[in-house]
């Protein structure tokens, strides 16, 4: 069988030592074999449908073609359009892509960047926010130092508290045109739906909101924490709608909250935008079949996940490189204004 023929098989019937039909057939080293015997030893492996083990071949030269993507949820529309992005960038680059998800923990972060290590990828693109405490970032960081001390490279899309490459979001930024917008059509009270306490995207989005709002003269929001997911916008929506005083408008910490929450007010009865309206951020593909069309910041996902990628194929260089990706406030149905 094909599979079974192996790299000696390969020198004996083009008559070469073994040592010289490995670095024939290994591109890198092509310059130390003249030419003829390049070609024989090639012939040979043609003849005998020889197919090199690609991972041993890598682990030669020290690093194989595969790129770590990891994220905390892949069934996230957020992640999975990013990794649109890497897959692509990746594919031109001739490099394959293993992608990993912490499930939100931040210890399995570090286990997944010191398995990627010990597999010897190229590169580790981290996808996602800052969550975790003191300790366990220092953990993150010293796995990261480690793999780029072996020759791997690293970028982060998110924040930049890593000290490597990142793709910077523009969450406060972009949560704070948001809030300026809805002013502009006449929203004065508004309500947060603002994902977990610790988690650093929504930390940045709910900082963005306080602090539009307060530079504008509104009243401080009325915030509910909950989980990024349609389960935690519904959840925190519910608990909101028990109690949610004049709010005139929801923002959400980002898209699949506020696709909950839109559910939460559906099943209570609340209509949107009639009784209050709704805004959520990244604007993520599964909004086009929502209604009412939900007002959102767009991000760029696939290029953000591009761009990273381009950054783990570029030399190392002494200075992290820092590419700032901004929001961009889309207007829809959910926010006719008052």
Same mark, same amino acid.
Request: charged share 20%; proline share 5%; glycine share 10%.
């Given at each position: ?5 192996? @790299? ?19 591109? !890198? ?36 073609? !595969? ?12 992640? +999975? ?67 780029? !001390?072996?020759?791997? &490279? ?11 490459? +990142? ?85 959400? +910490? ?6 909950? %929450?839109? +559910? ?26 929502? &209604?009412?069309? @939900? ?5 760029? @996902? %696939?290029?953000?996940? %591009? ?5 783990? @194929? ?25």
């Amino acid at each position: 069988m094909a599979g079974q023929v192996t @790299l000696s098989d390969v020198a004996r019937e083009a008559g070469v030592s073994l040592a010289t039909a490995s670095r024939a057939l290994n591109g !890198s080293a092509n310059r130390t074999v003249g030419a003829e015997l390049r070609q024989r030893v090639q012939a040979a492996a043609t003849r005998l449908r020889y197919s090199p083990d690609g991972i041993a071949q890598a682990m030669a030269r020290g690093r194989t073609t !595969s790129l770590g993507l990891v994220v905390h949820d892949v069934a996230d529309p957020y992640f +999975a359009a990013i990794a649109a992005g890497v897959t692509e960038a990746a594919d031109e680059a001739g490099l394959m892509v293993t992608l990993a998800s912490t499930r939100h923990d931040p210890e399995r972060e570090v286990e997944i960047v010191r398995l990627l290590e010990r597999q010897r990828a190229r590169a580790v693109i981290l996808a996602g926010a800052r969550q975790g405490d003191e300790a366990t970032e220092a953990a993150v960081r010293a796995a990261l130092d480690a793999f780029r !001390s072996v020759g791997g &490279t690293v970028a982060v899309i998110g924040q930049d508290t890593l000290g490597t490459d +990142a793709v910077v979001v523009g969450n406060r930024e972009g949560a704070a045109d948001l809030v300026r917008a809805l002013h502009g059509r006449g929203y004065r009270r508004f309500a947060v739906l603002g994902g977990p306490e610790r988690h650093a995207t929504a930390a940045d989005r709910r900082a963005g909101f306080v602090e539009a709002l307060a530079e504008l003269g509104c009243p401080p929001p009325r915030h509910v924490a909950g989980d990024l997911t349609r389960d935690g916008g519904y959840a925190a929506m519910g608990r909101l709608l028990a109690d949610r005083g004049d709010a005139e408008v929801v923002l959400a +910490a980002n898209d699949v909250m506020a696709v909950g %929450a839109l +559910a939460a007010a559906r099943d209570a009865g609340v209509s949107v935008p009639g009784d209050l309206a709704v805004a959520g951020f990244d604007d993520i593909e599964t909004l086009r079949d929502v &209604t009412p069309g @939900l007002t959102t910041v767009r991000l760029p @996902l %696939a290029h953000i996940g %591009a761009v990273a990628t381009r950054l783990v @194929l570029q030399p190392p260089s002494a200075d992290p490189s820092l590419v700032p990706v901004p929001g961009e406030v889309v207007l829809r149905q959910s926010t006719p204004g008052r």
